[in-house]
């Protein structure tokens, strides 16, 4: 075993001891749906955190920022921006409303349910994409670690999701989360200190960028080819997004009240605002310690990025307790996503919906089935886009929300003119066109196409999918006002 695996193992697992000893911790329906009602503002705003810097924020933007340079910001900037618009709009009503998750506030604005079962269908792709770049990432971790081929090691955490999926418990991520996202925050700090103190540039040199075209010419990314409109409907993706992102939601449910809720936010904020400043500036001390040309790109491509920044700056030992750490966020991430996104089958769907009595037996049963099916449809997934940038792939699972569950949302909430058949057609709708324009677009279309171009040229298809739901919410309620009126008039 080599010193970085020796180093690795020795941090991981005192972590990996902290999972085992929280998965006998369920006693109520509360916890095991919203990690019980014990946290306050300043615990519950640590695990929405540590929830929250997922691969996407640690990995992906890193990468981009070294091959695309400024348009990779936009990934670190949409990535916060939806926090502010939770804070504003959903902090409070959302606690007020909602007993365990976001389905509930559907159920109590509109009778029909089978908005209920959009919603929870809404889900399952923000949920198994969101899912796979979780695996993505760390199976090229520990590939990077162990030397094991990525089918192997996926096949290995494909196991082991599974196992956590049938008999893991959410408490284990609220309270671990609070714990790793300090560590986060603490390593990301070092780590910056210490590329900056070899960086050969001052602080107003770092973002020069005369600096980065010298070192890194122009390459084609994730970013770097698409058009302003298709920014632009990343943009959309990356702000709206995390309003209607389940295992984030399901915090609000963790507090007692709005008030803690509405602090949880509060300290979420702050905390997750400077860790985009951090990674920003380890994704430009990239640009200065890592030149494009020399950093080794293996089919993991830019997600490795930090990896070698970390290997640089630091040697093996830095790099091991980075991909410890990385690792067990990652498996606490997918173990929230599992668990909220079963929940919105076995729970919203099934429970509230369609079984109202003697539903405790058959609901864990329909939580196990519905946990199975999201891991392997991941496990699926992160197999075929395993040279995909995992900040793309997180994108792309927000632009499912912001075109499914966000419209649903906001409707329930703030919309009194909008009907049941409307919010019901404009889901299907948001949820039809988000998936013929990513079937129809370059990440799968234009990989099977022998020319390589797609239908739909947009790699983010979230501002297409977002004006469709919207038109048709307000066509279709339109139009069922307009004959209840005539109707009555009739009458």
Request: proline share 3%; hydrophobic share 55%.
């Amino acid at each position: 075993m080599s010193n970085t695996a020796l180093y690795f193992v020795l941090t991981a697992l005192p972590l990996m001891i902290l999972m085992i000893w929280s998965a006998n911790r369920i006693r109520t329906a509360a916890e095991f749906y919203a990690a019980g009602r014990e946290y306050g503002g300043l615990r519950n705003g640590l695990a929405i955190t540590g929830d929250y810097l997922s691969a996407a924020s640690l990995l992906g933007i890193t990468g981009l920022i070294l091959f695309s340079g400024y348009s990779g910001l936009l990934y670190a900037v949409g990535f916060f921006s939806g926090w502010p618009i939770i804070l504003i709009l959903l902090a409070d009503k959302l606690r007020t409303i909602g007993h365990f998750t976001l389905a509930d506030v559907l159920k109590s604005r509109f009778s029909d349910p089978r908005i209920v079962l959009v919603a929870t269908l809404g889900y399952f792709p923000v949920v198994v994409i969101y899912l796979s770049a979780q695996l993505v990432a760390m199976t090229w971790l520990l590939n990077y670690i162990f030397g094991v081929k990525y089918e192997i090691v996926l096949a290995g955490l494909t196991g082991v999701a599974l196992v956590t999926a049938l008999t893991g418990r959410m408490i284990f991520s609220s309270r671990a989360q609070m714990i790793k996202a300090g560590l986060v925050m603490t390593l990301m700090l070092s780590m910056t200190l210490l590329a900056f103190d070899r960086a050969s540039s001052s602080l107003s040199e770092l973002f020069s960028i005369d600096i980065w075209f010298a070192s890194n010419p122009p390459v084609n990314g994730a970013v770097s080819e698409d058009s302003p409109l298709a920014l632009f409907s990343l943009g959309i993706a990356l702000i709206l997004g995390p309003v209607g992102l389940p295992h984030v939601m399901s915090r609000f449910f963790s507090v007692a009240d709005e008030r803690r809720a509405r602090m949880s936010v509060f300290y979420a904020t702050g905390m997750i605002g400077i860790f985009y400043i951090l990674i920003i500036l380890l994704g430009f001390l990239t640009i200065n310690l890592l030149d494009q040309t020399e950093t080794p790109v293996t089919n993991a491509g830019s997600n490795l990025i930090l990896v070698h920044l970390a290997q640089s700056i630091g040697g093996e030992f830095l790099t091991a307790v980075l991909v410890a750490i990385l690792v067990v966020v990652l498996f606490s991430v997918m173990t929230s996503l599992v668990l909220t996104g079963s929940s919105a089958f076995s729970h919203d769907w099934y429970a509230r919906t369609l079984n109202n009595a003697n539903k405790g037996w058959n609901e864990r049963h329909l939580h196990r089935l519905a946990s199975t099916v999201t891991v392997l449809s991941s496990a699926f997934l992160a197999l075929f886009w395993q040279t995909e940038n995992v900040a793309y792939l997180v994108g792309l699972a927000f632009a499912f929300s912001a075109s499914v569950n966000v419209p649903l949302l906001l409707g329930a909430l703030y919309c009194d003119r909008l009907t049941s058949a409307g919010a019901l057609a404009g889901g299907l709708a948001g949820l039809a066109a988000t998936v013929i324009a990513v079937v129809c677009g370059p990440l799968v279309w234009g990989y099977f196409s022998a020319d390589g171009e797609p239908l739909f040229a947009w790699r983010h298809p979230a501002l297409f999918a977002l004006l469709t739901a919207v038109g048709v919410m307000w066509l279709v309620s339109r139009r069922g006002r307009q004959a209840q009126d005539e109707k009555g008039n009739g009458l």
